[in-house]
């Protein structure tokens, strides 16, 4: 009988460090994007690539955009975030988000950032342009999903969840990008207010699901579903399927938020950040799960907006998905080896 054995964080190595992991499997690899280092303090390198051939051991592949190769005046050079490929008709399609900031926007970055989709024969390359910025205002997290039937759909965060239409070959989005879910949307669970973004879709057993992630007590993550891609989207359930809660890691969001008088327990595992996911083919050929596993560290980054280590980084987790009776469910997080039979 297979087995495959793992301990979270899959990574340790700070030069392999990222946030909001993405794997896709293509052949007998896996690979691999997500942000890049740095995420709060300045630009980062651009858009890297890494790949394993065990899900274990991961090594730097290319780089699909090096930001000090493009020019000054690129409106997508900026702070390349969860950036994430989707293969479809053949094609690889590549999502960023980015944009140029230039001296007037300050050191977040923030005013130009926005969605770029770029396609390329191979899944490193070489990516060339589409269209971008795929929408106005501030939009982050961009997400593909392509139906049965062919059809493409655009999913993304900012300020809440947003989604269209979208014609992969030109990058029009039908109607534009509409918002359809909001942190303090009525009826939402207290775990939702504080914010949430990372939105993405897959179809099982005829329905939709979206899974997101809410920064609010830590970062955990939830799932949406709807009977059509565009919705109407309800909680799969109100609790969150996966995550991790420390007060004292939000705390600061939390009293600038208004909703510091929430109440709840801290999660007993080391860490402080989970979520960000992406769903991709495991090892035993079933539905898993991977986001960023953020240790806890002991040497605060001064000036971050939020408590981020110097003697730790955001590193690679890797769980099962079990999905039974029309819902997912996740045993973790784990920190301690796991070993998976089939």
């Not at 709807?226 to 609790?239: C, I, M, N, V």
């Amino acid at each position: 009988m297979p087995d495959f054995s793992y301990t979270n964080p899959i990574t340790r190595d700070p030069a392999l460090a990222l946030r909001d992991h993405f794997i896709l499997k293509v052949g007998r690899q896996w690979f691999m994007t997500g942000t890049s280092m740095p995420v709060w303090t300045g630009s980062n390198p651009g858009v890297r690539l890494l790949v394993s051939d065990d899900l274990l051991n991961w090594e730097h592949h290319t780089w699909l955009i090096e930001a000090n190769k493009l020019p000054k005046n690129c409106l997508y050079k900026g702070r390349f975030w969860a950036s994430e490929i989707h293969r479809a008709h053949g094609k690889f399609w590549l999502t960023v988000n980015s944009g140029h900031h230039g001296p007037q926007h300050g050191d977040r970055m923030m005013d130009g950032h926005n969605l770029w989709l770029f396609v390329a024969d191979k899944i490193d390359g070489d990516y060339k342009p589409v269209r971008g910025p795929l929408s106005n205002g501030f939009k982050n997290d961009a997400n593909l999903f392509t139906d049965d039937d062919g059809q493409s759909y655009l999913y993304c965060s900012g300020g809440g969840l947003w989604q269209a239409k979208i014609d992969l070959a030109t990058g029009e989005l039908d109607g534009g990008l509409k918002k359809f879910c909001s942190p303090g949307g009525a009826g939402n669970p207290d775990w939702m207010i504080g914010g949430i973004e990372g939105p993405f879709v897959l179809k099982r057993g005829g329905i939709y699901f979206m899974f997101f992630s809410a920064w609010t007590r830590g970062y955990e993550i939830g799932v949406l579903r709807a009977p059509k891609p565009l919705g109407p989207w309800t909680l799969a359930d109100r609790e969150p399927v996966l995550g991790t809660r420390k007060r004292r890691h939000r705390e600061r969001q939390m009293r600038e938020g208004g909703y510091a008088h929430l109440e709840f327990a801290d999660t007993p595992d080391p860490f402080v950040e989970i979520g960000h996911n992406a769903v991709f083919e495991g090892p035993d050929g079933g539905d898993w799960i991977c986001c960023h596993y953020f240790l806890e560290g002991k040497q605060p980054i001064p000036g971050s907006p939020i408590p981020e280590y110097r003697d730790t980084a955001p590193q690679l987790g890797l769980e099962p998905l079990h999905f039974s009776n029309g819902k997912f469910s996740i045993s973790g997080p784990t920190w301690t080896e796991q070993v998976v039979k089939w």
